[in-house]
T-cell receptor, first 114, second 114 residues
Framework: NAGVMQNPRHLVRRRGQEARLRCSPM?????VYWYRQLPEEGLKFMVY????????ESGMPKERFSAEFPKEGPSILRIQQVVRGDSAAYFC????????????FGSGTQLSVL | DQQVKQNSPSLSVQEGRISILNCDYT??????FLWYKKYPAEGPTFLIS?????DKNEDGRFTVFLNKSAKHLSLHIVPSQPGDSAVYFC?????????????FGQGTTLQVKP
């Protein structure tokens, strides 16, 4: 039973390019969350999605960032026109249920913007 | 505004002794608390949790204590083992209305010396 799969593990982009981060939740999980960890900080919530729906995007920057979780395929976090400040570790997590379910995290994607 | 604070960035203990990691929070409405452990280049993994209706929860070598009046929780690991060396994050969940939306502390790096 594979865990939460994220790819790529490392992504290098130049300023102005687009970054696409992928996340396949654990089998049977329909709730996906994206978190970002800046250097020397804790993880910060970005967005919560269920299949084809964004439930809570209160942690997403207003511009350049978007997320989707289509009916088929992985969840995608998309960052357009990346800037150096976007360099961080991006973690995806999934859960089966709702109330107080513990989250299962992927190994993360380390984004480096040159 | 840091709603969850881990004031000790690092902690070093001898193998076999007790490790005590601390966490403070600001909002008395928080009602579910979790600890996650994170190894380098991996995602966080769930360790233990506690609901606000309890003041203690134990799982093997790990015990979490909650002091609601002080808005303080702590994680005790006894006896500590070298394999416990990792970054420990406390997190709070606002409950059913904010499922999976965790607020993390900055983390404490624990080093257990053989």
């Amino acid at each position: 039973n594979a865990g939460v799969m994220q790819n790529p593990r490392h992504l290098v982009r130049r300023r102005g390019q687009e970054a696409r981060l992928r996340c396949s939740p654990m089998k049977g999980h329909s709730h996906v969350y994206w978190y970002r960890q800046l250097p020397e900080e804790g993880l910060k919530f970005m967005v919560y999605l269920q299949k084809e729906n964004i439930i809570d995007e209160s942690g997403m920057p207003k511009e350049r960032f978007s997320a989707e979780f289509p009916k088929e395929g992985p969840s995608i976090l998309r960052i357009q026109q990346v800037v150096r400040g976007d360099s961080a570790a991006y973690f995806c997590a999934s859960s089966w249920g709702t109330v107080n379910e513990k989250l299962f995290f992927g190994s993360g994607t380390q984004l480096s913007v040159l | 505004d840091q709603q969850v604070k881990q004031n000790s960035p690092s902690l070093s203990v001898q193998e076999g002794r007790i490790s005590i990691l601390n966490c403070d929070y600001t909002n008395s409405m928080f009602d579910y608390f979790l600890w996650y452990k994170k190894y380098p280049a991996e995602g966080p993994t769930f360790l233990i949790s506690i609901s606000s209706i309890k003041d203690k929860n134990e799982d093997g070598r790990f015990t979490v204590f909650l002091n609601k009046s002080a808005k303080h929780l702590s994680l005790h690991i006894v006896p500590s083992q070298p394999g416990d060396s990792a970054v420990y994050f406390c997190a709070v969940n606002l409950g059913s209305s904010n499922t999976g939306k965790l607020i993390f502390g900055q983390g404490t790096t624990l080093q257990v010396k053989p």
